[in-house]
């Protein structure tokens, strides 16, 4: 069985400065771990993922995500906030084996003030 | 490469009538899915489909809903009759066969709305 925990429904950051969105998982198996980005009016993109190798994993406009066995996390980073940055996050996971079914967390919606 | 295509991309229309969304995954992807997202309830998942054949239709709420894939390059959500609660903005996703890492590939959403 697996599940997703995203800390925060609504985070809200000045433009410029850090953004953490967090995520906290639990799988059976070793999981896969993925962030997507929904902007509005759009479907889901993939930002970024998690499969073997180098925990920390670097995705598309500047995001990055660590994944740390230990504390079950893998959390969303940017150092520097964009007002493009605005939109709604979604921390999901797969097990490793046959299946391999995603399961999303409840989002989180990123606010970026100027 | 063309991504997942969903039509119509909006759709409004009246209680008790038929809605149809249609969807046309990845070509050379081998499961499809079909998600429903609100405010509410946020990013449910209805249906999937593994070569064609549906495997998990427990999402679906009632039996106003049904799904087909009749081919491996086209698949259709139908609604019959519609009522208000159904609106919401429905997804069509695909994913490559062989296992691999599970992920997803989205459409852009039907966005329904029903008056």
């Known amino acids: 069985a697996q599940s997703v925990t995203q800390l925060g429904s609504h985070v809200s950051v000045s433009e410029g400065a850090l953004v953490l969105l967090r995520c906290n998982y639990s799988s059976s198996v070793p999981p896969y771990l993925f962030w997507y980005v929904q902007y509005p009016n759009q479907g889901l993109q993939l930002l970024l993922k998690y499969t073997t190798g180098a925990t920390l994993v670097k995705g598309i406009n500047g995001f990055e995500a660590e994944f740390k066995k230990s504390e079950t996390s893998f959390h969303l980073t940017k150092p520097s906030a964009h007002m493009s940055d605005a939109a709604e996050y979604f921390c999901a996971v797969s097990g490793q084996g046959a299946g391999n079914m995603l399961t999303f967390g409840g989002g989180t919606r990123l606010m970026v003030k100027p | 490469d063309a991504g997942v295509i969903q039509s119509p991309r909006h759709e409004v229309t009246e209680m008790g009538q038929e809605v149809t969304l249609r969807c046309k995954p990845i070509s050379g992807h081998n499961s499809l899915f079909w998600y429903r997202q609100t405010m509410m309830r946020g990013l449910e998942l209805l249906i999937y489909?593994?070569?064609?054949?549906?495997?998990?239709d427990s999402g679906m709420p009632e039996d106003r809903f049904s799904a087909k894939m009749p081919n491996a390059s086209f698949s259709t959500l139908k609604i019959q009759p519609s009522e208000p609660r159904d609106s919401a903005v429905y997804f069509c996703?695909?994913?490559?066969?062989?296992?691999?890492?599970?992920?997803?590939?989205f459409g852009e959403g039907s966005r329904l709305t029903v008056l």
């Open positions: 489909f593994n070569n064609n054949v549906p495997i998990d």
């Open positions: 996703a695909s994913r490559g066969g062989g296992g691999g890492t599970g992920e997803l590939f």
